[in-house]
């Protein structure tokens, strides 16, 4: 398999390097290519990842279509901006971004875009990672945040065995659909970030068919 040219934001690294697991950009994509924006962001925030463009296999790159940025910057941050400028520049097969707006804009734009989650995912389908329950579980006991609606659609496509690929967008309401539920409720349980010592089958099931409905409600808009 070629090499893809992929363009990182600074969350994703940032998330990753928290948990030590920033090999995994290596061990997808064998390099990664950050623009200026995203390593000044990185070195600036003083926090895990702020050697990242010391790696190797990083590249840092100046963005040459600085309308372009400027022109993002009126709804995102300069590292979001010089990302998608610079997939734009360099016809990146991926960028990865975590935030909403940036992630919308570049799919906007024509840009393969996924998320971290998209990317640990991967990784532990192609046996880079063993487990992803972990490395989730600790990224958010180190300050990550995810919404209460983004965790169980990702948890319940894991169930489901139907991983992401870094090309495959998530489609919760027809994959919840086939999912088996006494399977489901015993999987939820075991990978949740932080499960309960004793859970309530009935109140799981209840949960999945309140988000069953909110992904079916979803799609038929």
């Known amino acids: ?18 948990v030590k697991q920033s090999y995994i950009f290596q ?9 200026r924006a995203v390593d000044e962001e990185l070195k600036a925030a003083e926090k895990p990842g702020a050697d990242f463009s010391e790696n190797d296999w990083v590249d840092i790159i100046d963005v040459k279509n600085r309308a372009l940025v400027q022109a993002l910057e009126i709804d995102l941050d300069r590292g979001e901006s010089e990302v998608i400028a610079l997939g734009k520049e360099l016809n990146a097969d991926i960028v990865i971004i975590d935030e909403s707006i940036g992630y919308d804009v ?11 989650l998209s990317i640990l995912a991967t990784a532990k389908s192609r046996g880079i990672i ?5 490395i989730l579980r600790e990224m958010i006991q180190k300050g990550r945040w995810y919404s209460n609606s983004t ?8 169930a489901n ?5 870094v090309t495959t967008p998530l489609n919760a309401a027809s994959d919840v659909y086939s999912l088996d539920q006494k399977a489901l409720v015993s999987f939820f349980w075991g990978l949740a970030p932080y499960p309960s010592k004793n859970p309530d089958p009935k109140a799981c099931i209840i949960a999945i ?8 409600n979803r799609s038929s808009k």
């Open 209 to 216: 068919e309140q988000l069953i409905k909110c992904c079916h």
């Open 27 to 35: 061990a997808l994509f064998q390099r990664i290519a950050i623009p």
């Open 1 to 18: 398999m070629s090499p893809k040219l992929v363009v990182a934001d600074t969350t994703p690294i940032i998330s990753l390097s928290s």
């Open 151 to 158: 965790l169980p659609i990702f948890w319940l496509k894991l």
């Open 161 to 165: 065995n139907n991983l992401y690929s």
């Open 106 to 116: 570049a799919k906007h734009l024509g840009l393969s875009v996924v998320r971290t």
């Open 130 to 134: 063993a487990n992803v329950s972990p």
